[in-house]
């Protein structure tokens, strides 16, 4: 039995000078407006990916102080230098 996908046409209501600009990139790269496209939707999609997972990463705190905890060491090895 053959698999089939399922695809949706999408019909994007743009500017004629933002169409003509997107049109000769894809041109210029050897690719379809449709492939120009859909490469452009991943990257933004992997783009909001990435940028959610780097603010995840600031609320794991394991193996960091606080700035005033910082702050105090610093301030320490300073005056043991001096």
């Known amino acids: 039995m053959a698999v089939t996908s399922k695809k949706t046409s999408y019909f994007l209501d743009i500017d004629l000078e933002l169409r003509n600009r997107f049109k000769a990139s894809a041109a210029m790269e050897g690719k379809s407006m449709k492939a120009w496209?859909?490469?452009?939707?991943?990257?933004?999609?992997?783009?909001?990916?990435?940028?959610a997972e780097g603010l995840a990463s600031f609320a794991d705190t394991e193996g960091t102080m606080s700035l005033?905890?910082?702050?105090?060491?610093?301030?320490?090895?300073?005056?043991?230098?001096?």
């Open 68 to 82: 005033e905890a910082y702050l105090e060491s610093w301030q320490g090895k300073s005056k043991e230098i001096a």
């Open 37 to 51: 496209l859909t490469e452009a939707i991943i990257a933004k999609l992997e783009d909001e990916v990435d940028g």
